[in-house]
């Protein structure tokens, strides 16, 4: 499948990978004829090739395995060490990057999956159920994009419709009543539009899920596993807790939807000038105080190594609710408006200077 | 300045698209009408055409004048003034185009917020203003939304929030997105303290700002024929690559699919929001 999906900024890690495998192949089948002329029936005819069996060829073969797994480490270190924000997009739409039902496979127990808005439908493109997570019961809600075609195009690629946020909000109603925290993973590059979305009320689906999220009483943990797209994001993930997986984006646009937009044309030039105009990788995100973390992924990215993923991600979910679990219901809700409440970049001008901020803005100077 | 303050958005955008005749007329842009209409007899009819009743945009300044009893507004929270906590530039900076908008209408901001008495009833009125960045919500628009709405709490008013506005400020990206959830969970505060809140929607009002505070009302009306959605007509028409319906988006749809309380012509607004308010009493 990523052969589909090739980042054209890993072309040496792919060299390297290839060469590896073909190493590895080699050493297979030096291995496997070597065990059947060892361990099968003595042929009675010599083999042609008997002096590739060398047992020198296959320590050769080992080494330069070795080898070139330290070049291709060393490799994907240096390309990850300095990722530019549209690359960082890129790799959080990778393919074989796990998705919410892939980490709830990895690091949650008795996981009983919940259906249905009781309004209208079962949008699968947001999976909602009831797990163990460690000592902790929790209610998981998340985006799931789809791994194979049919599961795409069902989830419509991880874009929700309204009975999707709806479905969302009232199992987390439910988790309330319950008392468990609630886990949100987003996953999206933006709410679904289209004509039965917007009939269904697709704006006014996630504007509840927004006010009522911050009212809800029980701890609300959320992750940016990998695409966190506009409000279709932000619609599940009104958290007292908010943190991004290192290649993950978070953002009010898509760098396509911005580019179109602010630079009349979406293409390779102008995506990659919205994506770093926009801010949305994981550290501009913190150094603008919208998320509290970064979540570590493996060398080279989640999809590289899903288990280190599931785990480093594990660890940040658990440390945050039993962090959470000492405060009162009132005070969670307190906590998660605070939050919200001070995000923004404001000058308050004094009523004597405000005059002159006009002027000043008259004159083309910056406000700011 | 006050040249600049007396141009209306209206002013300026039909001026670019009827650009025939200059001056005194203008055509009609409404679907069906094509009129030539003497422009002060718009003026007069609060924008709206006297012929087919096509609603114009007007701005906030305009707005807040046609809504609130004459001399009774006292603005608020004005002192707030944009940053750009980014350095965000695409083909612009964008504190230039800060600056521009700032020449263009005498505001610092997209929103013109205070204290009026609507038909002698005293309220809480926030407008979007079209006419700054397209009613866009950045950083400012959604600290003077949340303070409105912290203040009708605090005065036991019910609150009034126009909107009109393309939806979230791209140019302040992850902040713009927050300002989402900072008003809306201000509006779950209002609602525990049993407050009012008639949102009042007009053409157009997408984006972030219908995925927000704007279709949160416990009473939300829309002008006719507005255009009012989460995600734009051309975006949806790629997405799905196929014609859209007549009519799609606009306020009498939402109303049939159940997303509106009511469509009210501008010259019943006042009238309507004062209603309102005595049922909340
Ligand atoms: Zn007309």
């Excluded at chain 2, 955008?13 to 009827?18: A, D, I, T, V």
């Excluded at chain 2, 012929?51 to 507004?73: I, N, P, T």
């Excluded at chain 2, 263009?104 to 926030?126: N, P, S, W, Y």
Aim: net charge negative; aromatic share 6%; proline share 5%.
């Amino acid at each position: 499948m990523s052969g589909f999906y090739q980042l054209d900024f890993e072309k040496d890690v792919r060299a390297l990978e290839q060469r590896l495998a073909e190493a590895r192949r080699e050493l297979e089948a030096l291995r496997k004829r070597a065990h059947d002329r060892g361990g099968g029936q003595p042929s009675p005819f010599p083999a042609l090739d008997e002096q590739d069996e060398d047992p020198a060829d296959a320590r050769s073969l080992e080494r330069t395995i070795d080898r070139l797994e330290q070049e291709r480490e060393r490799t994907i270190r240096e390309v990850y060490a300095d990722l530019d924000p549209w690359q960082v997009v890129r790799v959080a739409r990778h393919p074989d990057r796990p998705q919410t039902r892939d980490y709830i496979a990895m690091i949650c127990r008795d996981f009983c999956e919940l259906h249905g808005d009781r309004r209208f439908g079962d949008d699968p493109a947001i999976v909602t159920g009831l797990a163990r997570l460690g000592p902790h019961k929790v209610m998981v809600v998340g985006h799931q994009k789809g791994r194979t075609t049919q599961e795409k195009l069902a989830c419509h690629f991880g874009c929700a419709h309204p009975e999707g946020y709806r479905k969302a909000l009232l199992k987390m109603r439910l988790a309330e009543k319950m008392g468990i925290p609630i886990v949100t993973l987003v996953d999206t590059p933006g709410a679904y539009p289209g004509i039965g979305a917007e009939q269904r009320g697709q704006a006014e689906a996630i504007a509840v899920n927004l006010r009522e999220m911050s009212r809800i009483r029980v701890p609300i943990v959320s992750v940016i596993i990998g695409e966190g797209g506009s409000g279709g994001a932000l619609g599940i993930a009104v958290a007292n807790r908010v943190a991004m997986m290192r290649y993950a984006w978070y953002s009010v646009i898509s760098p396509e939807g911005c580019a179109a937009i602010l630079w009349k044309q979406a293409n390779e030039q102008t995506n990659q000038a919205a994506a770093k105009a926009l801010k949305l990788s994981a550290t501009d995100n913190l150094n603008l105080g919208i998320i509290d973390a970064i979540i570590d992924e493996p060398l080279g990215g989640a999809h590289r190594d899903p288990a280190q993923a599931g785990r480093a991600l594990e660890t940040w979910i658990s440390e945050q609710i039993e962090a959470l679990g000492s405060l009162s219901p009132d005070e969670l809700v307190e906590d998660r408006y605070r939050r919200f409440r001070r995000l923004g970049s404001v000058v308050e001008q004094t009523p004597a200077a405000s005059e002159q901020g006009v002027e000043a803005g008259m004159a083309g100077g910056s406000q700011a | 300045m006050t040249q600049a303050t007396s141009k209306t958005w209206v002013d300026v955008k039909s001026g670019r698209r009827n650009a025939i005749p200059e001056g005194l007329w203008m055509r009609c842009p409404g679907s069906d009408c094509g009129q030539m209409i003497y422009k002060r007899h718009v003026e007069a009819n609060l924008h709206v055409c006297p012929e087919c009743g096509h609603h114009f945009r007007v701005g906030a300044v305009e707005r807040v004048a046609q809504l609130a009893d004459e001399g009774s507004f006292v603005e608020m929270f004005g002192h707030l003034v944009p940053g750009d906590p980014l350095g965000f530039e695409d083909l612009r900076r964008y504190t230039d185009r800060l600056a521009g908008e700032q020449l263009k209408t005498g505001r610092h901001d997209a929103v013109m917020a205070g204290e009026a008495f609507i038909k002698g009833r005293q309220a809480m009125l926030c407008c979007l203003d079209l006419s700054f960045m397209m009613g866009s919500m950045g950083s400012v628009v959604g600290e003077v939304i949340t303070r409105t709405i912290e203040r009708a709490i605090e005065r036991r008013l019910p609150l009034v929030i126009v909107s009109g506005s393309g939806g979230a400020r791209m140019q302040e990206s992850g902040l713009s997105l927050m300002q989402m959830a900072k008003t809306s969970a201000a509006l779950a505060r209002l609602d525990d303290a049993g407050g009012l809140f008639i949102s009042v929607l007009t053409d157009p009002t997408t984006g972030g700002v219908t995925a927000s505070f704007a279709m949160l009302g416990d009473i939300i009306i829309a002008e006719p024929g507005a255009l009012i959605g989460f995600a734009g007509p051309r975006v949806i028409q790629q997405t799905i690559r196929q014609e859209l319906p007549d009519g799609f988006q606009r306020s009498e749809f939402l109303l049939d699919a159940g997303l509106i309380d009511r469509v009210v012509p501008r010259k019943d607004l006042r009238t309507e929001i004062a209603r309102f308010i005595d049922y909340g009493g």
